[in-house]
Structure formats: structure tokens, C-alpha cells
């Protein structure tokens, strides 16, 4: 089981033939919504992946809180723990031209309203066997999930993203960082290898795009592990796919190893699609590319 404690956002994007310039108004395409965020993405990830998933978050009482809860169910996530906070849901405001160049403002909304857990979101997180956090939320909360997770064995699963610095109050509950190479950067404050990160905290897993990720421990393990090759198309969300599968593969107690090549696995087919939450993989399309 995977409890994770994050964000949800619902991503507004319209197409544009070029990106206006401060002050100016551009004729845009076609208008999207697309649930997103990092935690409701890599939530549903998970459950596609196969895992038993609940997502703690928090949605406004606008018209954008639906379209995200229902795609949270349509991918079975257990959403009791979603809470519905007074004013505006998480959103983000896309702007995408004709070269995929894109322009982003994200308004957290009710995301930033995700202050403090209640016991039945701590009792959430205590009966599960993966933590997974991201840091769009406030990282009090993600300290206060850690630290419960922490005290009734749950192994805690924190995707250090967007990239920042951590409190040692909450690195030091971290059983598994998972990063890219900017994010490292950031947490290392210089250009960093996995094993850089591991006086940081005691296992890393840092994704490397097209060329796969690589796994150091405290133990003296390190892998490399090569990405399946694939044409990828858009490698939006991919990020997502890969924590959420390394998320229920590590609930699931498989080998490091098979874990890590697993979620590249689950990466390697979201970046043959379009879309974002749209593109994460089924447990059947991860196994055949694993
Ligand atoms: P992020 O978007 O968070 O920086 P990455 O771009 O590193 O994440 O992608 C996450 C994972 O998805 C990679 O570790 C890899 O396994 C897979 N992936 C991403 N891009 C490709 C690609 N072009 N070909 C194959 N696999 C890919």
C-alpha cells in the first residue's frame, strides 16, 4: 500500500503560434484542462502501476476541484483522505507554442492550504508501507507525513521536486531520495552523483532521461541502470512515472535493481506519448518494456 501526501493541480493550456511578450496579447489555438501536480500524478502512476494507492491532498471549492477528484478515482486512488478547502483549487496556467516552448505560472491554491495532517491522515500514512512525498506542498506537512511515516515503520519515499533545499528535520527521515540531475545540484549545492547525496540521506535514486537513472546506498551499492531505448515523443510526466512505479515496486519489497529498471521501465513508455497524466503506463506496458 501507498499513501501519497501531495499536490493536485489542474493544468490550463492553450497553444499559442508564438508566446506573448510581457504586455502584449497573443490569438491563442485550442484550450485544454489536464489534472496534474506532482502528487496527483505520481498517485496515479502508482495505482496504474498496479499499487494500492490513497492520495492525501487538498482541492478549492471551485469548479476545477471535479475534474481533478474524478480523475484521482478513474484511476483508483482511494481519495477519502482528499479534502475540499474553501477557495481556489491548485492551478497552473500554460502557455505552449508551436516549438513546445512553454510559459507556466502555478497559483498552489488550495495546495498551500495543505497545513498540518489530521489523525485520520496520520493513520493513513501509518498503516501504509510507502510514504511518497513530493514539495508542492508545504514542507511542514511533508516533515509532519515524514515523521509519522518514520514512527510506524512506513518507509518514506521523498521525489525532492520542484528542486530546494531541505530542512534537516525532514532529510533525516528520508529512506529514499528520488531526484533528477537539477534537483541534486540543488540539494548538494554543486554538480552531484548519486553517492554525493549520501550524507544526506541513506539511498538515492537519480533519474537521467534517455540515459536511465543511477541507485547509490549507504551500503555501498551503486547501479547504473540504461533506459530501454524508445522514441520518445514527450517526456512530460515521465519524471512522474518513474517515482510512482519505483514507489509500488519498493511497497512491494522487489530488488533494488528490478525496482529501479522497473520504474525506467514505466518513464521509458510515458515519453512515447503525448500528454502528461494521460501518458502514465499500466502495469502491463511496464512489464513488457522491463
Ligand atoms: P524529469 O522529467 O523529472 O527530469 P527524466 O527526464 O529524468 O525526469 O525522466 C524520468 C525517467 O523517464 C528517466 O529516468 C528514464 O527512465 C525515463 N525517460 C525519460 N526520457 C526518456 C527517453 N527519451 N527515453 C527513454 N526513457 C526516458
Given at each position: 500500500r501507498v499513501v501519497v501526501v501531495g499536490s493536485a493541480n489542474l493544468d490550463l493550456v492553450v497553444t499559442a503560434p508564438a508566446l506573448p511578450r510581457p504586455g502584449e496579447t497573443v490569438l491563442g489555438g485550442e484550450f485544454?484542462?489536464?489534472?496534474?501536480?506532482?502528487?496527483a500524478n505520481q498517485a496515479v502512476a502508482a495505482a496504474r502501476a498496479g499499487g494500492r494507492v490513497s492520495f492525501?491532498?487538498?482541492?478549492?471549492?471551485?469548479?476545477?476541484?471535479?475534474?481533478?477528484?474524478?480523475?484521482?478515482?478513474?484511476?483508483?486512488?482511494?481519495?477519502?483522505?482528499?479534502?475540499?478547502?474553501?477557495?481556489?483549487?491548485?492551478?497552473?496556467?500554460?502557455?505552449?507554442?508551436?516549438?513546445?516552448?512553454?510559459?507556466?505560472v502555478v497559483a498552489p491554491g488550495a495546495n498551500a492550504a495543505l497545513a498540518g495532517l489530521s489523525p485520520e491522515d496520520r493513520a493513513e500514512v501509518a498503516?501504509?508501507?510507502?510514504?511518497?512525498?513530493?514539495?508542492?506542498?508545504?514542507?511542514?506537512?511533508?516533515?509532519?507525513?515524514?515523521?509519522?511515516?518514520?514512527?510506524?515503520?512506513?518507509?518514506?519515499?521523498?521525489?525532492?521536486?520542484?528542486?530546494?533545499?531541505?530542512?534537516?528535520?525532514?532529510?533525516?527521515?528520508?529512506?529514499?531520495?528520488?531526484?533528477?540531475?537539477?534537483?541534486?545540484e540543488v540539494l548538494a549545492g554543486r554538480p552531484a552523483e548519486p553517492g554525493d547525496l549520501l550524507d544526506l540521506v541513506p539511498r538515492v535514486v537519480m533519474t537521467l532521461g534517455a540515459r536511465g537513472a543511477a541507485y547509490a546506498d549507504r551500503d555501498g551499492l551503486r547501479l547504473d541502470?540504461?533506459?530501454?531505448?524508445?522514441?520518445?515523443?514527450?517526456?512530460?510526466?515521465?519524471?512522474?512515472?518513474?517515482?510512482?512505479?519505483?514507489?509500488?515496486?519498493?511497497?512491494?519489497?522487489?530488488?533494488?535493481?528490478?525496482?529501479?529498471?522497473?520504474?525506467?521501465?514505466?518513464?521509458a513508455v510515458c515519453a512515447t506519448r503525448p500528454g502528461a497524466s494521460s501518458s502514465l503506463p499500466t502495469r502491463a506496458e511496464i512489464e513488457a518494456l522491463s
Open positions: 485544454t484542462t489536464v489534472p496534474g501536480g506532482k502528487g492525501v491532498g487538498a482541492v478549492g471549492d471551485d469548479d476545477f476541484a471535479r475534474p481533478q477528484r474524478d480523475n484521482l478515482v478513474a484511476a483508483d486512488v482511494d481519495v477519502s483522505r482528499l479534502r475540499t478547502v474553501p477557495g481556489p483549487s491548485g492551478v497552473a496556467l500554460i502557455a505552449v507554442d508551436q516549438h513546445a516552448e512553454n510559459l507556466i498503516r501504509a508501507d510507502v510514504l511518497l512525498c513530493q514539495l508542492e506542498i508545504p514542507v511542514e506537512t511533508v516533515a509532519e507525513a515524514a515523521a509519522t511515516a518514520r514512527a510506524n515503520g512506513t518507509v518514506v519515499v521523498l521525489n525532492a521536486a520542484p528542486a530546494r533545499t531541505l530542512p534537516a528535520a525532514v532529510l533525516s527521515t528520508v529512506d529514499l531520495l528520488v531526484v533528477n540531475e537539477g534537483e541534486a541502470v540504461a533506459a530501454p531505448a524508445v522514441t520518445a515523443v514527450d517526456t512530460t510526466a515521465a519524471g512522474d512515472a518513474f517515482t510512482g512505479a519505483l514507489a509500488v515496486a519498493w511497497a512491494e519489497g522487489r530488488p533494488v535493481e528490478e525496482a529501479v529498471r522497473w520504474a525506467c521501465a514505466a518513464g
